[in-house]
């Protein structure tokens, strides 16, 4: 999947976005709600390789795409199927530097159309750490609704910390 968007190009990963990529990982204020540790100069080719093999949303396996802007990728999307039918789940990651601008509204409300318009699936999702209200005001931005919030239902870093689902159906996209 490639696609652009009025200033972005979205696509797979590519070898020399090595440096780029690890910019964003391995800012702490990035990382703080992701499920992994910010990346370490000894784990950032390995790292780095596992989103350059999610070249391709299938059913076993996740896509993991570059935000493009100018030459810079500034953000990372990650698509996977979830297990319920026709439902993926999404995930994000934007640079510090670039926090405030839209590109990632720009990037995920394109994304999430793409997968409903080229993917036909029924159902998209995004489960995030509750404490991250950047991460909830950019899924209300694009039309997802709150469905859940649940307490203390996962051990991250060290800490109990609650999540929030958002979920959208093809019905939710403002034309």
Known sequence: MEFTTERLTIRPFKSFDLQDVFKIYSNDETCKY??????????MQESFDKKLKNSSLTKDTGLSLAVVNRKNVIGDLSVWYTGIKDTVEIGYSFSAETS????????VSHLVRKLFEEFEVHRIQATLD???SASQKLCERIGMRKEAHFTQDFWSKGEWTDSIVYGMLVSDLEN
């Not at 992701?34 to 784990?43: D, F, Y």
């Open 130 to 132: 509750a404490r991250n």
């Open 100 to 107: 405030g601008k839209g590109y990632a509204t720009e990037a």
């Open 34 to 43: 992701l499920l992994h540790t910010k990346w370490t100069r000894e784990i």
